[in-house]
């Protein structure tokens, strides 16, 4: 059966590369699965039939032969554990890469995600300024430690893995931003990612959908 992925279709990235079904599509590039997508409106996915999938009302969701699954990291990494090319064989080495897909959702994103939701929504307030020198030091602090374990690395830990799929990923958002430019060594790592031909396999269909829904 084939994979169905949902995505938004009217995204509100305008065809960055930047909603959550990017990943996804980019882990399916990189396995060389083929998938369709069905697109959805913010009114469909807080409609029954997509919250019988996604009980928060968002996207993506997974669907392949009954099985239905919501969340962009769970998704990816049931992904790299069912077809080979995104996880190694070795043992060890598979759990370091799927400690790094934790690392990317739990520990790398929040800081990153809340700078950005507080650029947006909180900077009229007086307070502004103090809490965005907080909010930088806390992402500052992570991704020093991230350069420093990249070192000179080409990826995290030897060979391409859905940790650094999911790393670079979340790297991204902080393109508009600029932040991500005092860190030489990660703004190369996002470029070799960026690189790789399933990620632009993957950003070509999204953008389509952008370019579609704008009428270009």
């Known amino acids: 059966m084939t994979i169905t992925i949902t995505a938004f279709e009217t995204s509100p990235d305008r065809g960055r590369g930047l909603a959550r079904d990017m990943g996804v599509r980019w882990a399916l590039e990189e396995v060389g699965q083929p998938y369709d997508v069905r697109l959805v409106t913010f009114e469909t996915m807080k409609q029954p039939a997509h919250l019988a999938i996604q009980p928060f009302g968002q996207i993506p969701t997974y669907e392949e032969s009954g099985l239905a699954l919501f969340e962009s990291g769970a998704i990816i990494l049931h992904i790299a554990e069912r077809h080979g090319g995104l996880l190694p064989q070795d043992g060890d080495a598979r759990a370091r890469a799927i400690a790094w897909m934790f690392a990317a959702v739990a520990t790398i994103e929040p800081p990153i995600v809340e700078r950005s939701m507080a650029m947006l929504f909180e900077k009229d307030e007086s307070w502004f300024a103090a809490r965005q020198a907080m909010l930088d030091q806390r992402l500052g602090r992570k991704l020093d430690a991230l ?70």
């Open 147 to 216: 350069a420093a374990r990249l070192g000179e690395g080409e990826w995290l830990d030897d060979a391409f893995s859905a940790g650094d799929l999911l790393v670079i990923n979340v790297l991204r958002r902080l393109g508009p931003s600029g932040f991500l430019n005092g860190y030489p060594a990660l703004t190369a790592y996002v470029a070799r990612g960026e690189a790789r031909p399933a990620f632009q396999r993957a950003f070509a269909a999204q953008l389509a959908v952008f370019v579609a829904a704008s009428g270009g």
